[in-house]
């Protein structure tokens, strides 16, 4: 079966191309520009190349991933809305996946926190044991998370790498498309229901309605 995965849960606008069968998990091809503020400029242009390159029609495709953040929420929700509005056209399951969960499992083994840039100085982190999270996805100021862990990965931790302490694995900033579909495996395979793409904001977001109506006269 195909598998699109995108994430617009960081800088990184990324689609991906993965052929998953009962034995395993072959790539066919993963896009990614980063830019902060152009996520939906970019996306809807990433997966056409990355169809492009493996010559591949949409109708073809037999899932979608979605990395579901956490992540700012106006990026977050370009890649939740395409992921969800193309399932729905193309007649597909959507599948959403925790982005630092792909990102963990990209770090290999070892205890791993990951952590990317939140803005207002901050991060969202959660740490990984041999790519398996054991702590829920949070976000704080950089010298407020425990950091219990052998290494870090992420743009947040190389932005922040003097305050975390531990060895910065710089490989590995972004989610990374195929280890999306890598994590939905098991549920593509069992063709699972799917369930709604709900995004992991973890606060409020930046602009919020007015709560007074303001005097339009002096």
């Known amino acids: 079966m ?115 840039d939140a803005r207002r100085r901050e991060v969202y982190f959660a740490t990984y044991l041999d790519g398996v999270r054991v702590t829920a996805p949070d976000v704080a100021k950089p010298a407020d998370v425990r950091v219990d862990a052998d290494r870090a990965v992420g743009e947040g931790a190389v932005k922040y790498s003097e305050v975390f302490g531990v060895p910065i694995d710089d490989r590995v900033l972004y989610p990374s498309g195929e280890a999306l579909i890598a994590l939905a495996a098991d549920d593509i395979r069992a063709k699972a229901a799917a369930a709604p793409l709900t995004p992991l904001y973890l606060r409020r977001p930046d602009a919020v309605a007015a709560t007074e109506r303001k005097p339009v006269l002096p």
């Open 2 to 116: 195909l598998v699109l995965a995108l994430d617009t849960a960081t800088p990184a606008v990324t689609a991906a191309l993965a052929e998953v069968t009962d034995g395993g998990l072959k790539g066919l091809g993963e896009r990614r520009t980063v830019d902060p503020r152009a996520h939906g400029e970019l996306l809807a242009p990433q997966i056409g190349r990355v169809l492009a390159d493996a010559g591949v029609r949409p109708a073809e495709l037999g899932a979608i991933v979605a990395g579901t953040g956490p992540g700012p929420f106006t990026g977050l929700r370009v890649g939740l809305a395409t992921a969800a509005s193309m399932g729905q056209a193309l007649g597909i399951p959507a599948y959403g996946i925790c982005s630092l969960d792909a990102i963990g499992r990209a770090a290999g083994p070892g205890r791993v926190l990951v952590a990317t």
